[in-house]
């Protein structure tokens, strides 16, 4: 059993900086792509950020120039550092396992997932 634990959200404001983490079980972690999902109030879930098993990174625009992805793989954990953060990026994160030595680019591939972290913007 695979699981996700994230942390890090918390209340910031407009131009600020988060960095959330995604610590996960399992001994086979560095052998898995990770991404990196938000969902707002009334919208649909947002893929925004994956990390390959070989450590290629894939943003979506809405967050490219702005947010990074790293893991350590030592650590069994991934990494979102959110920089220059807009009310927009108010929403829920989730990290997500993907799938085994993938590139982590297709949303239709995560299957563990964790339990949110809230990240709150303010104007």
């Known amino acids: 059993q695979v699981r996700l634990v994230e942390s890090g959200g918390g209340l910031v404001q407009a131009g600020g900086s988060l960095r959330l983490s995604c610590a996960a079980s399992?001994?086979?972690?560095?052998?898995?792509?990770m991404g990196w999902f938000r969902q707002a109030p009334g919208k649909e879930r947002e893929f925004i950020s994956a990390?390959?098993?070989?450590?290629?990174?894939y943003y979506a625009d809405s967050v490219k120039g702005r947010f990074t992805n790293s893991r350590d793989n030592a650590k069994n954990t991934v990494y979102l550092q959110m920089n220059s953060l807009k009310p927009e990026d108010t929403a829920v994160y989730y990290c997500?396992?993907?799938?085994?030595?993938?590139?982590?680019?297709?949303?239709?591939?995560?299957?563990?997932w964790g339990q949110g972290t809230q990240v709150t913007v303010s104007s």
């Open positions: 997500a396992r993907g799938a085994l030595y993938s590139s982590g680019t297709s949303r239709w591939e995560y299957d563990y």
């Open positions: 399992g001994r086979t972690f560095s052998s898995y792509a």
């Open positions: 990390i390959s098993w070989s450590g290629g990174t």
